[in-house]
């Protein structure tokens, strides 16, 4: 599997977190904001329903 880029990444998309807090958690990209400084966050919904933000660098592609 490879890191999540912007262009690959939509809502939808299933992914893994492989860094960061909440390593090993996995879901589907709810939504993606680009912040002033250019890091791109996204919201991850996993399997239990309680939703999470993370950078879309720590993210890979299932």
């Known amino acids: 599997m490879k890191t999540a880029s912007k262009k690959e990444l939509n809502n939808g998309a299933k992914c893994k977190v492989i860094a960061g807090t909440h390593k090993g ?4 990209v709810q939504d993606m904001h680009t912040s002033k400084t250019g890091a791109v966050t996204i919201t991850v919904l996993p399997a239990n ?3 999470f933000k993370t950078l ?3 993210v890979e592609l299932k």
């Open 56 to 58: 879309a660098k720590n």
């Open 49 to 51: 329903g309680v939703r």
């Open 25 to 28: 958690k996995s879901g589907i």
